[in-house]
């Protein structure tokens, strides 16, 4: 699926289920609650923090995927193309930050892969 595709997915459901969009500050509360989940999981698995039983049976990829669908639902109510939002930024950082990472010492000294 492409952003594109993805986009006009989410506008077709809120339009057949959601009734209407939440306005954008509420969609930017929800937001950033989306994020917030994602810390949670994070702090927990990667961070120094332990899992409370309630958090246990959280899933990082569908906190993701909410994080996705409200920045989707704000794109669209603002009229953002995320597809060519998106190439416009891998532009901009290209240009900016071209050689930027590749002479940072401090990436270089602990090199990890992904």
Not at 8 to 18: C, L, S
């Amino acid at each position: 699926m492409t952003l594109e595709e993805a986009q006009r997915r989410v506008d077709d459901w809120i339009h057949t289920y959601g009734v209407r969009y939440f306005s954008e500050l509420t969609n930017m509360a929800i937001l950033t609650e989306e994020v917030g989940e994602v810390a949670r999981i994070i702090s927990r698995k990667y961070g120094d923090q332990s899992f409370k039983p309630s958090d246990e049976n959280k899933d990082l990829a569908d906190e993701l995927a909410d994080v996705l669908w409200v920045v989707m639902c704000l794109a669209n109510q603002t009229g953002v193309n995320l597809t060519d939002a998106l190439e416009a930024n891998f532009r901009k950082k290209t240009c900016r930050d071209k050689d930027r990472h590749l002479n940072n010492e401090k990436l270089t000294e602990n090199q990890q892969t992904v």
